[in-house]
């Protein structure tokens, strides 16, 4: 193996500023990382040595300060995913959205309040297919002395599903944008960094966690795989969900968790079977009509005084294209009465956004095409000279156009293939949407048949939202309005567009700043998939976007 690949060293120190002052610090070192997860040797990029990397313990309420230093070849930045940064938009982490890359040999320190949040979060890296291997769990507990919603767990585990290739995750990307380039389809999946037994060469490198029969345990499942949706499930239990997004739900009990990309879901698991060794596993739920990774992973249940020697049961897991069982999960979860700010009745921007694949120029030459996504037929493109936040904050202008259409330029019937090549063509331009600060905005999310059709899991950055209903077809307001849930509806940061259907979200822009909103198949957002809001500051102190840091990395 070529010791020219690449190293990561960023040390992160995390500081949390509890009620009491009592303030608790956190140093981790990243450095380069040999794992052989499969048959091979490989140096990764890896946070501390670890992979995932650490996991950040914090309370509702504190405040954690992250510093990062970059020692590789590559840029750097890191994105706290769902973390609201409620006037602290310079350390959401999108490359050239919120911040300039952090430059190989340089630094930059994260700094953010945790704000009526609790629950499931986690961070990673946010450019280019970097977080592949940059990323870890972010939890957070409710304030000190204050219960959980729902019986105390006698223990925590995170599981981290995660996505690994043979190969430089950055090569890969660079790849799958030249003209009929196919997607690289990942060698395996991980659970805490694992692939698990099923794979060659992996039967030592299976997670396993210890139970107590009749104990009651808490998952924290976070979904980091790049390109996939995942299905998961423990065999011979039950699981009931609790949380999602760092929300609370109602408890809802299922035997499938399903997880698109940058989804986390919390469940309670009853240990009530038989004692012995249950199999955790996880593989893709697969939309497109494409190549897939289609291999499982593996980690193990063990309980405590087990003396069985039988293999592991393995759970029924669904087939690959089961959308109705997946749909059927995302579709049944309610929040929590009493958590969470009350749905906004009344809304002052609507906004139909349709959300697919198609194709570009190549540049001058009009006969060549290469792979292309897009929001309203507008393919998003990065600015490179400068941020989109520094640019909003300072008035610069040429770096975007706040001209994002609210419907898309044509209408046809978005779920038949054949219509859908009436707009198969793209063009890049970074064009965004400008709100109104304490503006309230409901967006129509359609899926389309162009090129391919699939699920889109959409990641808002800077808000939760409630997620009023969830469909099929072609998005029909005069029908489907009667299926809102403006009762109890879910609130997410990510949500699953059910393939070849339609989705119905809502938010209160009470943020001021720059906030990206994208596919988080990591593939279709190189491709394009995104566009961000601006929002405009309030008319008091209160509701303004503070300063840069002094030490935001430069273009």
Request: net charge neutral; glycine share 6%; hydrophobic share 40%.
């Amino acid at each position: 193996m070529a010791r020219a690949m690449w190293l990561l060293v960023c040390t992160f120190m995390v500081l949390a500023f509890v009620a009491s002052a009592d303030v608790v610090k956190h140093t981790f070192r990243v450095g380069n990382l040999t794992v052989k997860p499969l048959c091979e040797e490989r140096v990764v990029v890896a946070v501390n040595g670890q992979l995932p990397g650490p996991t950040i313990s914090v309370r509702e309420g504190d405040t954690l300060v992250v510093h990062v230093i970059n020692e590789s070849p590559y840029n750097l930045t890191i994105h706290w995913h769902g973390i609201l940064q409620m006037l602290t938009g310079w350390a959401d982490g999108p490359v050239y959205v919120t911040q300039c890359p952090i430059l190989p040999g340089n630094s930059y320190t994260y700094r953010f309040n945790i704000i009526k949040q609790q629950g499931t979060l986690w961070w990673h890296a946010h450019v280019s297919w970097l977080r592949a291997t940059v990323y870890g769990a972010l939890i957070i507990h409710p304030r000190e002395h204050r219960p959980y919603p729902f019986i105390k767990p006698h223990k925590q585990f995170p599981i981290i599903l995660g996505e690994w290739w043979n190969a430089n995750v950055v090569d890969l990307e660079d790849e799958s944008r030249l003209p009929g380039a196919a997607v690289h389809v990942s060698d395996a999946y991980t659970i805490n960094g694992r692939p698990g037994d099923l794979y060659p060469c992996a039967n030592n490198n299976t997670y396993k966690i210890q139970v107590a029969h009749g104990k009651t345990y808490l998952l924290r499942i976070i979904n980091a795989a790049l390109n996939n949706e995942l299905f998961f499930k423990i065999a011979g239990h039950n699981l009931t969900v609790v949380g999602i997004d760092a929300l609370y739900t109602d408890p809802y009990t299922t035997d499938v968790v399903v997880l698109a990309p940058g989804q986390t879901t919390g469940v309670l698991l009853v240990a009530n079977a038989t004692p012995g060794s249950y199999y955790m596993a996880a593989r893709p739920y697969a939309t497109a009509p494409i190549p897939f990774d289609s291999t499982t992973t593996t980690a193990i249940l063990q309980y405590k005084g087990s003396t069985s020697v039988a293999a592991p049961l393995m759970p029924v897991l669904p087939e690959f294209n089961d959308t109705p069982t997946a749909h059927k999960f995302y579709s049944n979860i309610t929040a929590l009465s009493g958590w969470g700010s009350e749905l906004p009745l009344h809304v002052d921007e609507h906004m139909f956004i349709t959300v697919g694949l198609g194709l570009e120029q190549c540049g001058q030459n009009a006969t060549c095409t290469r792979p292309s996504a897009s929001m309203n037929n507008a393919s998003f493109q990065l600015p490179t000279t400068l941020s989109m936040l520094q640019a909003h904050f300072n008035g610069v202008q040429g770096i975007f156009t706040d001209d994002f259409p609210d419907t898309p330029p044509l209408v046809f019937d978005y779920t038949n293939a054949n219509a859908s090549q009436l707009v198969s063509t793209t063009l890049k331009s970074t064009r965004v949407k400008r709100l109104a600060y304490n503006s309230t905005v409901e967006i129509v999310f359609q899926n389309t048949a162009i090129l391919s059709v699939e699920n889109h899991p959409i990641h808002l950055h800077g808000f939760n939202f409630f997620v009023l209903a969830q469909g099929f077809g072609n998005y029909d307001n005069t029908t489907h309005r009667s299926m809102f849930n403006l009762v109890n509806p879910q609130k997410r940061n990510t949500i699953a567009v059910p393939v070849g259907g339609w989705a119905v979200i809502r938010f209160r822009a009470n943020n001021p700043g720059v906030w990206l909103m994208h596919c988080h198949l990591d593939v279709h957002l190189s491709w394009g998939l995104a566009t961000a809001f601006v929002v405009d500051n309030g008319p008091t102190p209160s509701s303004t976007l503070p300063p840069p840091p002094p030490d935001l990395p430069r273009c």
